[in-house]
T-cell receptor, first 116, second 112 residues
């Protein structure tokens, strides 16, 4: 299995620019998570999709952030306009049916975003 | 507020020594996860503990769960340099199907 695939792995962008992060979950997984990791705040859940439907986006910090999952094999996280405080590692993760029954969440390699 | 507290947050130890990382949590839960993260890398699942008294072992790592004490431990036996990483515990609150509450992580450095 290829695992969760994210792109780009690294991105440096200027403040005000649009950033789009992409994710391909593990085939057959119906749960998809976007996390953000920073030194100050640790791991934060931004949004959770189940069967391509956004279930909980309460972790999305501002209206500048949006996420979509048009089909079971693709999701995007968009930041528009980007700000320096958005600099972080953004992880996409997937699991088989949430975390009930101890389903493991599998993480992608992360997208390292720097906004200057 | 749901909290997961790990301690220590930083641990430097010599190869060959034993040590334990602690994960305390404030919510009712009988599911706890341990993950490992190498610098600049992804998070890798180590253990999933699903019930009170659960114990799992993989190589030099052993994890246990005491749901009554709301405590999990990750024990390292005869540490080797390759175990240097940051270790996270995460708790699955009883009322959620997707939300994990994460600890801050324990950065473990094992010196040769």
């Amino acid at each position: 299995d290829a695992g969760v695939i994210q792109s780009p792995r690294h991105e440096v962008t200027e403040m005000g620019q649009e950033v789009t992060l992409r994710c391909k979950p593990i085939s057959g997984h119906n749960s998809l998570f976007w996390y953000r990791q920073t030194m100050m705040r640790g791991l934060e859940l931004l949004i959770y999709f189940n069967n391509n439907v956004p279930i909980d986006d309460s972790g999305m910090p501002e209206d500048r952030f949006s996420a979509k999952m048009p089909n079971a094999s693709f999701s995007t996280l968009k930041i528009q306009p980007s700000e320096p405080r958005d600099s972080a590692v953004y992880f996409c993760a997937s699991s088989l049916r949430g975390v009930r029954s101890g389903n493991t969440i599998y993480f992608g390699e992360g997208s390292w975003l720097t906004v200057v | 507020e749901l909290k997961v507290e790990q301690n220590p947050l930083f641990l430097s130890m010599q190869e060959g020594k034993n040590y334990t990382i602690y994960c305390n949590y404030s919510t009712t839960s009988d599911r706890l996860y341990w993950y490992r993260q190498d610098p600049g890398k992804s998070l890798e699942s180590l253990f999933v503990l699903l019930s009170n008294g659960a114990v799992k072992q993989e190589g030099r790592l052993m994890a246990s769960l005491d749901t009554k004490a709301r405590l999990s431990t990750l024990h390292i036996t005869a540490a080797v340099h390759d175990l240097s990483a940051t270790y996270f515990c995460a708790v699955d609150p009883a009322d959620s199907n997707y939300q994990l509450i994460w600890g801050a992580g324990t950065k473990l450095i094992i010196k040769p």
